[in-house]
């Protein structure tokens, strides 16, 4: 089994930045990859960003040049730093991974971008 914790949510202004972080119950070597997700209000979750355990990243393109995935493997700690934020930003954003053909998700970190 694996447990995701996410944190860092929070009320940031457009043009602000904000970083969230994935804590991960097993060392990030152990898993495939990490990845981000986000939810909108009323709106289907979509994939923001990858990163595998030898490090290559993929973002989607609403997110490309803005955002930034990385891990920090002594903390089995994974990290999604968002630059340049806009209100369409604003969601529930999740981190995911599988283990042993299992999904495992976090409970979630609410990002508002809003003046």
């Known amino acids: 089994q694996v447990q995701l914790v996410e944190s860092g949510g929070g009320l940031v202004q457009p043009g602000g930045s904000q970083r969230l972080s994935c804590a991960a119950s097993?060392?990030?070597?152990?898993?495939?990859?990490i990845a981000w997700y986000r939810q909108p209000p009323r709106k289907q979750r979509v994939w923001v960003a990858t990163?595998?355990?030898?490090?290559?990243?993929n973002y989607a393109d609403s997110v490309k040049g803005r955002f930034t995935i990385s891990r920090e493997n002594a903390n089995n700690t994974v990290y999604l730093q968002m630059n340049s934020l806009k209100p369409e930003d604003t969601a529930v954003y999740y981190c995911k991974t599988n283990y042993y053909y299992r999904d495992y998700w976090g409970q979630g970190t609410q990002v508002t971008v809003s003046s």
């Open positions: 097993r060392s990030i070597f152990d898993l495939n990859a």
């Open positions: 990163i595998t355990s030898t490090g290559n990243t």
